[in-house]
């Protein structure tokens, strides 16, 4: 399987922050933060101390930044300084989190009909096969209306951390699997585990709310 490597857009972002481009690193800073913050609050026990993992983490990107070599995105190697010190940070608390509080323990149960999702032989593997229920006959403006996004939201908001972080990579922000993987340092299989069963939740909020805007 081919690495995904930086790309030309990440060395050239790599480029103006090794020559202290205030205004590019700041940017870079305002786009990952929120997801930074949501993962290190994974691991450590308050919202204070998951900002200052953040903080210690952009600190540990500006400190590194001579020393990456681009042998993963750019997104990715920030991504892993920042669970590194996450979970240093919870051990020194003392805080061991077991991996089901934070993946969800209800991976083995059934979720929906797997004929809902694209085969493994599908250049879409995993996405869904067909649209939740009554999307295609809803009237457009409702269909992508304020309100289904919100519906959106507050599927993945009610998700098992580890689960809602991953379809926000996946899906929200357009992450690839290998990326995902590496920065929360999943493997192939739970990282296919756990896309599948938000998916699968947040589809299953949908076809409830179209249900009731039909009924």
Do not use: C
């Not at 250049?123 to 939740?132: E, Y």
């Amino acid at each position: 399987m081919a690495t995904h490597r930086a790309s030309a857009t990440d060395l050239e972002l790599l480029a103006q922050l090794r020559a202290g481009d205030e205004d590019a690193f700041m940017t870079l800073v305002r786009s990952l933060t929120p997801s930074m913050r949501r993962v290190a609050r994974m691991y450590v026990s308050t919202d204070a101390v998951a900002d200052e993992v953040v903080q210690d983490a952009w600190l540990g990107v500006l400190r590194g930044l001579d020393a990456f070599e681009g042998r993963s995105s750019l997104r990715t190697w920030i991504f892993r300084i920042l669970v590194n010190i996450a979970k240093t940070r919870g051990q020194r608390e003392g805080r061991s989190v077991p991996f089901a509080t934070l993946a969800g323990d209800d991976l083995d149960e059934p979720t929906i009909d797997p004929g809902a999702f694209r085969g493994a032989e599908d250049p879409a593997a995993g996405g869904w096969s067909t649209l939740p229920f009554d999307w295609r006959g809803m009237p457009e403006q409702r269909a992508e209306g304020a309100e289904t996004l919100r519906v959106i939201g507050r599927a993945i908001a009610a998700l098992p951390p580890m689960q809602a972080e991953v379809i926000r990579l996946r899906d929200v922000q357009g992450w690839s699997s290998e990326e995902v993987r590496n920065a929360l340092d999943l493997s192939e299989t739970n990282q296919r585990v756990l896309l599948h069963r938000a998916r699968a939740r947040v589809r299953r909020a949908l076809e409830e709310h179209f249900r009731s805007v039909t009924a």
